[in-house]
């Protein structure tokens, strides 16, 4: 609905396994965002690539591995998660052109649960 | 530290009435203020922004804010509230600096509007 789309909308895993969420922007920006959003708590800055390379990582733990393989697709590699890692996964992305301006576009999100 | 409240968790008006949703920032330098609008098992829809220039900004589905310096306030509003506005709303501001210029959102206003 807001050219941006992500997969799966729902997702159940075991702490052993291993899972990818998808994003993709059909917009033409230039940069891409990961958040992470829990019940009563801001929404928290995981990743952010710019021109597909990684230029903020907010001390994420390193269960959570981004890849960006070009400037329409994201991707979050899960792995050995946590049940505190359970939340709403939105993907953002923005046209970065004057400092600040940009606007950022949300995806549906990816519920994520772990068992 | 740059920072955005929302004091309100949840506000309650009648379909018909104005409604208002409170925010207040913190930052150095001029503020780049956004309101988004999150729908159940949704991501955040963007409403609309302040950067720069008449202090009054109109936005989507009849949404407006007034940016007022002097209070640190960026309160969100509307003439005549519909059931469908139901939704949890965010105040986002643009921090300034660094790599990425991130978006430091609040924590999230509960907008139940009763029929």
């Known amino acids: ?115 | 530290a740059q920072s955005v409240a929302q004091p309100e968790d949840q506000v309650n008006v009648a379909e018909g009435n104005p409604l208002t949703v409170k925010c207040t920032y913190s930052v150095s330098g001029n503020p780049y203020l956004f309101w988004y609008v999150q729908y159940p098992n949704r991501g955040l829809q963007f409403l609309l922004k302040y950067i720069t220039g008449d202090n009054l900004v109109k936005g989507s589905y009849g949404f407006e804010a007034e940016f007022n310096k002097s209070q640190t306030s960026f309160h969100l509003k509307k003439p005549s509230a519909l059931v469908s506005d139901s939704a949890l709303y965010f105040c986002a501001v643009r921090a300034l600096g660094g790599a990425t210029n991130k978006l430091i959102f609040g924590t999230g206003t509960l907008l139940a509007v009763q029929p």
Not at chain 1, 33 to 56: D, G, N, T
Not at chain 1, 82 to 100: N, T
């Open chain 1, 1 to 115: 609905e807001t050219g941006v789309t992500q997969t799966p909308r729902h997702l159940v895993m075991g702490m052993t396994n291993k899972k990818s969420l998808k994003c993709e922007q059909h917009l033409g920006h230039n940069a891409m965002y990961w958040y992470k959003q829990s019940a009563k708590k801001p929404l928290e800055l995981m990743f952010v690539y710019s021109l597909e390379e990684r230029v903020e990582n907010n001390s994420v733990p390193s269960r959570f591995s981004p890849e960006c393989p070009n400037s329409s697709h994201l991707f979050l590699h899960l792995h050995t998660l946590q049940p505190e890692d359970s939340a709403l996964y939105l993907c953002a992305s923005s046209q970065v052109e004057l400092a600040g301006r940009d606007t950022q576009y949300f995806g549906p999100g990816t519920r994520l649960t772990v068992l």
